[in-house]
């Protein structure tokens, strides 16, 4: 993920440049040999703490594990899920820019807004993809090749009802010993969700060839069919040209 922050009018250049920066991260961990760049997959339990699915309107959770490309990318495969947004969250709407939040000092993490369908998928179910191939939750302030609290790995709770199952989770999987380390998963409150630059939105579905995409998000997806693949759906819930 570009670490260089651009302006929000100029979009298209911004774009073009956290391209070309994606390109020299991979090539700067190539050439390191690291093998840090992609999260790998743990097979985890379900939670034993849920909601059980109910029809209804639909519901939103927010979430916060590395970048914000891949996290998007991971969720749209979801089975259940109608739309996943990239924008950030745990700071104010007057920082909620890529180029100040880039900076590491807003509060914010880049964050995605899930909204599911309560009658095919619970909130429980959508942290289980969270914690086992969306991002590595031992990781504190950092992603792979990306570091600073922005990268943090965070659950945005609406509700006492996500925090309790959040936590509930968290307490679960520490126990189970399934991570290498303890969970550095922060449950925060949402104050508020903030919609990125559209040159984020569905970056993965339209940059697959991305060197930062293959190395860093594709696996997670390929994770994703391959150990949960009750909760995988080919067909990504892609927001669409409208968003960009």
């Not at 100040?100 to 599911?116: D, F, N, R």
């Not at 992603?143 to 936590?167: E, N």
């Not at 968290?170 to 449950?187: F, M, S």
Request: glycine share 10%; proline share 7%; net charge negative.
């Amino acid at each position: 993920m570009s670490e260089l922050k651009q302006d929000p009018s100029t979009d298209r250049l911004a774009a073009g440049v956290a391209t070309a920066l994606a390109a020299l991260s991979v090539a700067a961990l190539l050439a390191l040999g690291t093998s840090r760049a992609a999260e790998p997959a743990v097979a985890i339990p379900a939670p034993a703490e849920d909601a059980p699915k109910a029809a209804g309107p639909t519901q939103t959770a927010v979430l916060a594990g590395g970048c914000f490309w891949g996290v998007q990318g991971v969720f749209e495969h979801l089975t259940g899920v109608k739309r996943v947004v990239a924008g950030y969250a745990g700071g104010d709407r007057m920082s909620a820019h890529y180029e100040i939040v880039g900076g590491g000092g807003t509060g914010h993490a880049e964050s995605v807004q899930i909204t599911y369908d309560p009658q095919q998928v619970t909130y429980g179910q959508i942290l289980q993809v969270f914690f086992s191939v969306a991002h590595d939750p031992t990781e504190l302030n950092r992603q792979g090749p990306d570091t600073g609290s922005q990268y943090r790995s965070s659950i945005f709770y609406a509700d006492d009802t996500q925090q309790k199952i959040a936590q509930s989770y968290i307490e679960q999987l520490n126990k189970a010993g399934v991570y290498r380390g303890p969970i550095v998963t922060r449950v925060d409150p949402l104050k508020g969700f903030y919609m990125a630059e559209g040159y984020h939105q569905d970056f993965l579905l339209r940059n697959p060839s991305n060197g930062y995409i293959e190395v860093n998000d594709l696996p997670k997806i390929d994770n994703f069919r391959k150990v949960l693949p009750s909760l995988y759906v080919s067909s990504p819930a892609r927001l669409g040209p409208g968003a960009y």
